[in-house]
């Protein structure tokens, strides 16, 4: 069974500053899916980035980016220039590249502070 | 519609009341997730449907639970005899892969916050 842990249940940055969120997973599996997802108090699951197991190169979508380390199994989200929207909760999730559903971590709070 | 919607955002039941849950996916989406998040919880899995097909129910925690998907577009899950356990936020997500392997991730609802008094 695959599972996702992340260790950091709340975090807090000042606004323009840089934060690491962490993200370990458990699998056998050589080929899959990672995706960490923001929830803001609104509850919907907003996509922030992704990232394909076979790809070496790590993902970077603007002031987001990850540090992927598949042997070590970790899949960190660095928020670069924070800002005060970026305050939510965010989840890192795991998909196995045959199943079809998507397996989440029980999340990690940041606030981002003025 | 442009994104998922659900209804209603916020239900209160009475503890053994039946409850139904609406989820009106993203047009043209074959596959469709319901998922149940616990207060403080990451969302977890109950079910999956490929078109009107439901191809997975392995998350649904008791039989009170049941899911429906018709006509392949329009979903309801129904929640019989609620318990205060089943207070949540239920969460449904569509994505346009045949096989649900969507490498860009599902697009979800905003919920409904279902609490049991």
């Known amino acids: 069974a695959q599972t996702v842990t992340q260790s950091q249940p709340e975090m807090s940055v000042q606004e323009a500053e840089t934060v690491t969120l962490s993200c370990t997973y458990d699998?056998?599996?050589?080929?899959?899916?990672l995706f960490w997802y923001k929830q803001p108090p609104s509850r919907q699951m907003i996509l922030v980035i992704r990232?394909?197991?076979?790809?070496?190169q790590n993902a970077t979508e603007n002031r987001f980016s990850v540090n992927f380390q598949k042997a070590a199994k970790s899949f960190s989200l660095k928020i670069s220039d924070s800002q005060l929207g970026d305050t939510a909760m965010y989840f890192c999730?795991?998909?196995?590249?045959?199943?079809?559903?998507?397996?989440f971590g029980a999340g990690t709070r940041l606030t981002v502070k003025p | 519609g442009a994104g998922v919607s659900q209804s209603p955002r916020y239900k209160v039941a009475k503890r053994g009341q039946d409850v139904a849950l609406r989820c009106d996916p993203i047009?043209?989406?074959?596959?469709l997730f319901w998922y149940q998040q616990a207060l403080g919880q990451g969302p977890e899995f109950l079910t999956y449907?490929?078109?009107?097909?439901?191809?997975?129910k392995s998350g649904l925690p008791s039989d009170r639970f049941f899911a429906e998907r018709p006509e392949g577009s329009v979903s309801t899950l129904k929640i019989q005899r609620t318990q205060q356990e089943d207070s949540a936020v239920y969460l449904c997500?569509?994505?346009?892969?045949?096989?649900?392997?969507?490498?860009?991730?599902?697009?979800f609802g905003s919920g409904t916050r279902l609490t049991v008094v």
């Open positions: 047009s043209g989406h074959v596959s």
């Open positions: 999730a795991f998909m196995k590249h045959e199943m079809d559903d998507m397996r």
């Open positions: 997500a569509s994505s346009s892969s045949l096989t649900g392997r969507w490498v860009y991730g599902y697009t």
């Open positions: 699998t056998s599996e050589s080929n899959y899916y």
């Open positions: 449907f490929q078109n009107e097909a439901q191809l997975d």
């Open positions: 990232q394909e197991a076979y790809k070496q």
